[in-house]
C-alpha cells in the first residue's frame, strides 16, 4: 500500500514538481492545498501518511498550520519545504512540530532520501 500525501504550497509550478517527485517516487498523492487553511482541512479529511509544507503562504502560515495539524494528530509527519535563508522559520517550524525539512531548490532524491528517513524506511 503506497504512502497517502498531502502536498501544500501557494506556487502551483512547486506542487507539480513535488507531485512528480513523489509520484515516481511510489507514493500516492491524495491531495493538494494551496495555503495553511487549505492545508488544516484537506489533512483532516484525507489523514495523509505525509504532509509537505511550504512555510510562506498567504491566509495561514506553515508554521501555524503545522500547529494545528499536530494537535488534529499528534503523530502527524510534516516535512517543511523552505527556501534558502529561512533558517529561523525553519527551526520554528520544527518546534511547531514538523519532522523535518528540505531545502528548495531540491533534488528530488534528496526529498525521497528525508521522506524514507522520517517514515523510518531509510
Do not use: H, W, Y
Not at 514538481?17 to 479529511?45: C, H, P, W, Y
Not at 529561512?86 to 517550524?93: D, G, H, N, R
Request: glycine share 8%; hydrophobic share 50%; with cysteine.
Amino acid at each position: 500500500m503506497p504512502k497517502k500525501v498531502l502536498i501544500v504550497d501557494d506556487a502551483v509550478f512547486m506542487r507539480n514538481m513535488i507531485r512528480d517527485i513523489f509520484t515516481s517516487g511510489g507514493f500516492q498523492v491524495v491531495g493538494e492545498a494551496a495555503n495553511g487553511l487549505e492545508a488544516v482541512e484537506k489533512f483532516r479529511e484525507l489523514r495523509p501518511d505525509l504532509t509537505t509544507m511550504d512555510i510562506v503562504m498567504p491566509f495561514k502560515s506553515g508554521i501555524e498550520a503545522t500547529r494545528e495539524i499536530v494537535k488534529v494528530d499528534p503523530r502527524a509527519v510534516v516535512i517543511m519545504c523552505s527556501a534558502l535563508g529561512q533558517e529561523a522559520l525553519v527551526m520554528e517550524a520544527i518546534e511547531a512540530g514538523a519532522s523535518d525539512f528540505i531545502v528548495k531548490p531540491f533534488k528530488s532524491e534528496d526529498v525521497i532520501a528525508v521522506v524514507k528517513k522520517v517514515l523510518g524506511e531509510g
